[in-house]
Nanobody, 118 residues
Framework: QVQLVESGGGLVRPGESLKLSCAGS???????????MGWYRQAPGNEREEVAT???????NYLNSVKGRFTISRNNAKRTVDLQMNNLKPEDTAVYYC?????????WGQGIQVTVSP
């Protein structure tokens, strides 16, 4: 059994920052065995999109619109994957989901709201 729990969301103004954190737990969770972890988001009326992912070897990928503003990091000791979001824009408003993959298995968190509004 694997649980992913997100934290750190909220309401901010354009230009401000937020840090999302995803903590993994459960008898079936071992961050070292997760070959990919990351963050997706879904805004109202839109499909869920991949924001940032990091492989177990540390290689990260980013959605073009967040490159240079968001940074994903994986902390194996804390069993977390974090997303530092700087210079937030209204178009970043969405529910953000933590994601983990181990082989053919996929795991999702419940999601956390991020709202960027003046």
């Amino acid at each position: 059994q694997v649980q992913l729990v997100e934290s750190g969301g909220g309401l901010v103004r354009p230009g401000e920052s937020l840090k999302l954190s995803c903590a993994g737990s459960g008898s079936g969770f071992s961050i070292l065995l997760m070959d990919l972890m990351g963050w997706y988001r879904q805004a109202p009326g839109n499909e869920r999109e991949e924001v940032a992912t990091v492989f177990s070897n540390g290689i990260a990928n980013y959605l073009n619109s967040v490159k240079g503003r968001f940074t994903i990091s994986r902390n194996n000791a804390k069993r977390t994957v974090d997303l530092q979001m700087n210079n937030l824009k209204p178009e970043d408003t969405a529910v953000y989901y933590c994601y983990a993959r181990r082989g053919s298995r996929r795991y999702w968190g419940q999601g956390i709201q991020v709202t960027v509004s003046p």
